[in-house]
């Protein structure tokens, strides 16, 4: 293979980057990897988002090329097509919801070698999405799955090729989200009182998160452990259906809403637990700047979960909908502040050696620099 000279042109594509776990991660891998060999550009399908801001202000540009949102867009692809061919794409770098338009483009394009990282699949696959996953890999060079157990969903279940599918664990800037004390100026402004405990969470408001298993398991915590506010940070679809859930088990005046936050950094160390309750999981973002912000865990025993917390060891797991084992668990780190010391000391030790950004990085641009060798 031909080496190249000067940098390479690398392009990624998503759907959006509203604020989410995939896009946080595509924002972060943009902004940590090396300018001096990588010119690195972010191609939106449905909208730019609040995120695409951040990517500016660094200097790497977000393009929207919208797509239809009612149907197929037939000439989408060629429109996408075109864009690699003015930006010079040297290598196309897909994230879930783009890989089968995505593919199309790079076909038409015909140069560019192409790859996609998966972050995690639907809790129901859609019917068709399986087949097209299938047809797009026949031309991906590499297959990215975020977590091991996504890699064997991939290749036994989804039956992509086993040669191309390999996993780069997800990595997150351990110098930003660190553990340090709980901002008080925080917990003025979100109304929460100093002696309560705060059982949180950092994620989109939407079905496969199931939220509801977590207001409930709270408000059952709670009958026993009073003193304790529950934290959501991030929006979605179902938070109206929430905060009704909420005011049913009337907890409404424990149980803040605090939407999309620019600030999580700072977040994470208000809370004495971090629980996601989440039905499907790949490598969470999320979770990973929480237990780097030494906030012990608490979550589902799906997805990439069981990757990132060892039962006991650096925080606990349970079934999904168990909202009885739930609010045990919450009950029991609550009232353990040696246990939650214990936890929270493995939880950053675990983050620190094995899911860094710096790591992740590495990984990827060694992928790419198979794929285009340097000069």
Same mark, same amino acid.
């Given at each position: 293979?031909?080496?190249?000279?000067?940098?390479?042109?690398?392009?990624?594509?998503?759907?959006?980057?509203?604020?989410?776990?995939?896009?946080?991660?595509?924002?972060?891998?943009?902004?940590?990897?090396?300018?001096?060999?990588?010119?690195?550009?972010?191609?939106?399908?449905?909208?730019?988002?609040?995120?695409?801001?951040?990517?500016?202000?660094?200097?790497?540009?977000?393009?929207?090329?919208?797509?239809?949102?009612?149907?197929?867009?037939?000439?989408?692809?060629?429109?996408?097509?075109?864009?690699?061919?003015?930006?010079?794409?040297?290598?196309?770098?897909?994230?879930?919801?783009?890989?089968?338009?995505?593919?199309?483009?790079?076909?038409?394009?015909?140069?560019?070698?192409?790859?996609?990282? +998966? $972050?995690?699949?639907?809790?129901?696959?859609? #019917? @068709?999405?399986?087949?097209? %996953?299938? &047809? /797009?890999?026949?031309? =991906?060079?590499?297959?990215?799955?975020?977590?091991?157990?996504?890699?064997?969903?991939?290749?036994?279940?989804?039956?992509?090729?086993?040669?191309?599918?390999?996993?780069?664990?997800?990595?997150?800037?351990?110098?930003?989200?660190?553990?340090?004390?709980?901002?008080?100026?925080?917990?003025?402004?979100?109304?929460?009182?100093? +002696? $309560?405990?705060?059982?949180?969470?950092?994620? #989109? @408001?939407?079905?496969?998160? %199931?939220? &509801? /298993?977590?207001?409930? =398991?709270?408000?059952?915590?709670?009958?026993?452990?009073?003193?304790?506010?529950?934290?959501?940070?991030?929006?979605?679809?179902?938070?109206?259906?929430?905060?009704?859930?909420?005011?049913?088990?009337?907890?409404?005046?424990?149980?803040?809403?605090?939407?999309?936050?620019?600030?999580?950094?700072?977040?994470?160390?208000?809370? +004495?637990?971090?629980?996601?309750?989440?039905?499907?999981?790949?490598?969470?973002?999320?979770?990973?700047?929480?237990?780097?912000?030494?906030?012990?865990?608490?979550?589902?025993?799906?997805?990439?979960?069981?990757?990132?917390?060892?039962?006991?060891?650096?925080?606990?797991?349970?079934?999904?909908?168990?909202?009885?084992?739930?609010?045990?668990?919450?009950?029991?780190?609550?009232?353990?502040?040696?246990?939650?010391?214990?936890?929270?000391?493995?939880?950053?030790?675990?983050?620190?050696?094995?899911?860094?950004?710096?790591?992740?990085?590495?990984?990827?641009?060694?992928?790419?620099?198979?794929?285009?060798?340097?000069?």
């Amino acid at each position: 293979m031909a080496k190249r000279k000067g940098k390479t042109n690398l392009l990624h594509t998503v759907l959006s980057l509203e604020t989410g776990g995939l896009e946080k991660m595509v924002v972060d891998f943009a902004q940590h990897l090396d300018r001096e060999r990588y010119n690195v550009e972010v191609c939106c399908f449905d909208t730019l988002g609040a995120l695409s801001e951040e990517l500016e202000r660094q200097g790497i540009r977000a393009t929207l090329l919208q797509r239809n949102q009612k149907h197929y867009d037939a000439l989408f692809p060629l429109r996408l097509s075109r864009l690699l061919w003015e930006k010079k794409v040297h290598i196309l770098h897909m994230h879930s919801g783009t890989f089968f338009i995505g593919t199309q483009a790079g076909i038409l394009t015909g140069t560019p070698p192409m790859v996609y990282t +998966d $972050h995690g699949r639907h809790f129901v696959e859609p #019917r @068709l999405l399986p087949f097209m %996953d299938r &047809f /797009s890999s026949q031309f =991906a060079r590499k297959i990215v799955a975020v977590s091991k157990e996504l890699q064997s969903y991939l290749t036994e279940i989804i039956r992509l090729p086993r040669e191309k599918v390999i996993t780069i664990n997800n990595g997150i800037d351990t110098r930003k989200f660190s553990r340090r004390d709980k901002p008080r100026h925080l917990l003025d402004e979100l109304r929460i009182p100093r +002696d $309560h405990a705060v059982v949180g969470t950092v994620g #989109r @408001l939407a079905q496969v998160k %199931d939220q &509801f /298993s977590l207001v409930k =398991a709270f408000a059952q915590a709670r009958q026993k452990l009073p003193e304790m506010t529950l934290l959501l940070v991030g929006d979605g679809p179902m938070r109206d259906e929430l905060q009704a859930c909420a005011v049913e088990l009337e907890v409404q005046d424990h149980v803040v809403f605090a939407g999309n936050r620019s600030d999580t950094h700072d977040i994470y160390n208000l809370f +004495d637990v971090f629980m996601l309750t989440s039905l499907s999981e790949g490598t969470s973002i999320s979770l990973l700047e929480a237990m780097a912000s030494g906030v012990v865990p608490l979550v589902t025993n799906v997805g990439g979960n069981p990757s990132l917390v060892q039962d006991g060891h650096n925080g606990l797991l349970v079934a999904p909908k168990d909202v009885a084992a739930m609010a045990q668990a919450i009950c029991f780190l609550v009232s353990g502040a040696e246990v939650r010391r214990r936890l929270s000391a493995s939880a950053v030790q675990t983050v620190q050696e094995n899911y860094s950004i710096d790591r992740m990085i590495r990984e990827y641009q060694g992928m790419y620099e198979e794929l285009i060798p340097p000069d």
